[in-house]
């Protein structure tokens, strides 16, 4: 099969188109044809770092990068019950040596894996699993509910626009941070309030707020509690998170239902990897990066 390999960490030059066996799935494991993944800014800083330094912040280095993904089952191990071949299903590879910039890969059938509903296409599952997940984690981490006042600094990007939407669905009222290019976009989700960081920063502001989720990571719990109500609360995607298959199911249910949806910056074949990598760590991309791997 083709993947794109790291050969050493560093720049996008470290990143290869590469002939490499197929792997075959172990007893429980399934084996994917994938259709769909993305570049993440997870797979740009992972790409990045030595293996000494990813083992040592409790991550496992991959020579394939490739978070998430979505694709065909084509093959099952024999302990497999879960899933048959054919199903579509989309996940991600959190814990595996290989990632989903490839042709195929083999994943725990018990791990962090799903049915894509119907009528969701694998370029729209694929980029749903690590940013809808993460807003979700976040927003319980915070204590989301109806009728809170809720600030999303990085409303645009691939957390945030996930964030806006879940937010909405649980009734709070959304103030949305994003460039000025990207407004209209965050209204559409059903943001309250928009700002233009361009042009006015919020923690200036006046109004205040019972959660301040930091969807970019570009801001401090010190600046937002400026703007926090006496019982408010700032979490910020700089600190950590387990992905669990709970949260990937829960995420399901909103997908299916028409609740969230995958906002798609760009699309890259899988021999432009590397040029997605250099998009992505522009740092402007809107909503998430999409690698096809098969039409």
Do not use: C
Not at 122 to 137: I, N
């Amino acid at each position: 099969m083709k993947a794109v390999m790291l050969k050493r960490a560093g720049s996008t030059d470290g990143l290869k188109l590469t002939d490499v066996p197929t792997p075959a799935p172990g007893r429980n494991e399934v084996l994917v044809k994938v259709h769909a993944a993305t570049v993440t800014r997870g797979d740009v800083v992972l790409r990045k770092m030595p293996r000494w330094l990813i083992r040592l912040v409790g991550e496992t280095p991959k020579s394939i990068l490739g978070h998430e993904f979505a694709g065909e089952v084509e093959a099952i191990g024999e302990d497999v019950k879960t899933f048959a071949v054919g199903d579509r299903v989309f996940g991600t590879t959190t814990g595996l040596r290989q990632g989903s910039h490839a042709e195929y890969v083999a994943v725990p059938a018990r791990g962090l894996l799903a049915t894509i509903p119907d009528r969701i296409s694998y370029e729209d599952a694929a980029p749903v699993p690590v940013g809808a997940m993460t807003a979700l984690h976040f927003f319980r981490a915070g204590g989301l509910g109806s009728e809170k006042r809720l600030l999303i600094n990085g409303a645009s990007g691939s957390v945030g626009t996930y964030a806006v939407q879940i937010a909405k669905r649980e009734g709070a009222h959304v103030t949305a941070v994003a460039s000025g290019a990207n407004l209209d976009m965050v209204t559409e989700f059903g943001a309250d309030v928009v700002i233009d960081y361009q042009l006015e920063d919020f923690t200036k502001g006046t109004q205040t707020y019972d959660l301040v989720f930091d969807a970019a990571g570009k801001t401090t719990a010190k600046r937002a509690r400026k703007v926090l109500s006496d019982s408010g609360r700032f979490v910020t995607t700089q600190s950590r998170h387990k992905e669990t298959i709970e949260g990937l199911l829960a995420i399901r249910e909103m997908l299916a239902a028409g609740s969230i949806r995958a906002v798609i910056d760009k699309f890259y074949p899988l021999e432009q990897v590397p040029e997605a990598h250099r998009y992505v760590e522009q740092g402007h991309k809107r909503g998430n990066v999409v690698v096809m791997i098969r039409d």
